[in-house]
């Protein structure tokens, strides 16, 4: 890929190549917990470069519009959440959630004005915690997301929201690298029975798919077993893991379960990564207790955050609190939290990582086919095509597995019952 193949995936405001791409999705706008109440406080959001307003009307709808009022600009967060609408403060006018102006009071009441005054407004579905949102033209939207994490019940999933301060494109390709595992993750250094230090240097075969694609990793175990890691990659940005065997490794207690991350561009230089995760099956509840002790273990439980933001009080600016004398004898980093790790090489790289200066290996396979696919989907949407993975058909059924696979068998006789979808 050259320069301006990367300047095609980076830039995410509207008119772009990736912009325009990522507006023929549903996306996550914030997490449905942000807007709890019903006619409650108005929310910032800030989506691909776009500044929104999110709010629970009346009767449990969100709506999501623009953060400035068409009538003179004024901004819409001080507005008056009230009986289905939105109302500015600054003059009174009113717009409900597909944007419509619904009472227009400084206007006489024989003025015809209110029905060509209209706020930008995007439509709207909750699913698995999130409220998602589509951005795109109104004749190409396609079905609401359908996950199967989504359709858990709300005992068994659980979803949390970080910020990072830098492109989504080198936080997505993080998440996509099973191979820094081994290293990046190592808490416990003196630990041999890591399933992914015992082996550094994981083989990746890359299987392109309607929905983007899955990879399988698999890293020698011991004479007569591999441990075998099935990913998902589901376009524009989302990702997901097992936890299954090799729940308990980070010190957790184990219930085996898959996790994701969806990892949204607020802009060109900032980005929300929504955490998910969800029970293997229905015998797998998480339960308060254990979704404490995970989020915190990843370093992303309430306690690590700056309070009333989703911005961690470990960042660069106290470099996420690197204990060297840990280092030394402990864990490969010295910072505590496994997301925190990421974080921390992720917005360490720059806002946006400077890609011609990278030398990328056989363990980089799985991150050179998304920018591949990504371009391509850029290239599609150009044309008029649809890009790959909007049809929820497609990926409806997908998780991830892992588990032990005996050398020189083929991991689909392993794994054949345990993908078929629990929810
Ligand atoms: S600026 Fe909003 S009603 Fe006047
Ligand atoms: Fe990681």
Redesign the pocket.
Known sequence: MNHDDFERLIHVGRGTPAGNLFRRYWIPALLSSEVTETDGAPVRVRLLGEDLIAFRETSGKVGLVEAYCPHRRAPMFYARNEECGLRCVYHGWKFDTDGKCVDLPTEPATSKMRDHIKIGAYPTVERGGIVWTYMGPADKQPPAPDYEWTRAPETHRHVSKTHQANNYLQALE??L?TA??SY??NNNMGNKNNLFTRDGAPRIDVHETDYGYYYVATRNSDETNDFVRLYHYFMPFQQTRPNITATGLYGRNSIPRYDGHIWVPIDDQQTYVYNWMAGYNADSRLDDEFVEYTEAGYGRGPDDMIPGTFKLKANMENDYFIDRQKQKTQSFTGING??T??VA?QEGMGAIVDRSQENLGSSDRAILTLRNLLLAATKAVEKGEDPRGIDPTKYRDARPHDGFVPKGKPWQDSFKDAMNTKW
């Open positions: 993080g998440g690298d820094h595992v990046l993750h496994v997301n790790q990421d090489l």
